[in-house]
T-cell receptor, first 115, second 111 residues
Framework: EAQVTQNPRYLITVTGKKLTVTCSQNMNHEYMSWYRQDPGLGLRQIYYSMNVEVTDKGDVPEGYKVSRKEKRNFPLILESPSPNQTSLYFC??????????????FGSGTRLTVV | RKEVEQDPGPFNVPEGATVAFNCTYSNSASQSFFWYRQDCRKEPKLLMSVYSSGNEDGRFTAQLNRASQYISLLIRDSKLSDSATYLCVVNMGNRDDKIIFGKGTRLHILP
């Protein structure tokens, strides 16, 4: 089944403890992206990647890191999580550039709470 | 002007009715446009891309008006299962993949 898989689905952690949210897609998609969704703010792009070893900042990159060493994986790293990073996170992938009309397929989400 | 703006709703519509949403965008260089639906606590799912000539998929019709910088979504013969939040999404037009989501319009179909 074609899908984007995120893990974990739920995570509660303490301030300052490094964590990684994994994302993997099995569709051989070129583009991958991370979003966070907060009440009243909607979905905001954190980072995106157009191919292996090519990443760029979205609208809210502060406090996050990403890497794209393989095409299928795009982990999101929080080096020192803070309570304002409590949010619902989505990973997504697209076959090609969205400017050509390709939409994103989203993972099921990771609900992160930082206390 | 916000980059992508939608009426948040909620729209409470009786089953079988026709409902339309609009979405405005600020960047005239925007290249591509989409409608997604999101059910409560679920991931967004692509409903349809929006093409310049307009496009239809069953009961759903999407239109793009570049001159006025808005896109629209029309749902005919609405079903209870159409209850969701509808997200307008715009690619900002560069050769990167920066896309902006609207905050969504909530739709409740009433039996």
């Amino acid at each position: 089944e074609a899908q984007v898989t995120q893990n974990p689905r739920y995570l509660i952690t303490v301030t300052g403890k490094k964590l990684t949210v994994t994302c993997s897609q099995n569709m051989n998609h070129e583009y991958m992206s991370w979003y966070r969704q907060d009440p009243g703010l909607g979905l905001r792009q954190i980072y995106y990647s157009m191919n292996v070893e090519v990443t760029d900042k979205g609208d809210v990159p502060e406090g996050y890191k990403v890497s794209r060493k393989e095409k299928r994986n795009f982990p999101l790293i929080l080096e020192s999580p803070s309570p304002n990073q409590t949010s619902l996170y989505f990973c997504a992938s697209s076959p090609l550039w969205t400017g050509q009309g390709y939409g994103y397929t989203f993972g099921s989400g990771t609900r992160l709470t930082v206390v | 002007r916000k980059e992508v703006e939608q009426d948040p709703g909620p729209f409470n519509v009786p089953e079988g009715a026709t409902v339309a949403f609009n979405c405005t965008y600020s960047n005239s260089a925007s290249q591509s446009f989409f409608w997604y639906r999101q059910d409560c606590r679920k991931e967004p799912k692509l409903l349809m891309s929006v093409y310049s000539s307009g496009n239809e998929d069953g009961r759903f019709t999407a239109q793009l008006n570049r001159a006025s910088q808005y896109i629209s979504l029309l749902i005919r013969d609405s079903k209870l299962s159409d209850s969701a939040t509808y997200l307008c999404v715009v690619n900002m037009g560069n050769r990167d993949d920066k896309i902006i989501f609207g905050k969504g319009t909530r739709l409740h179909i009433l039996p």
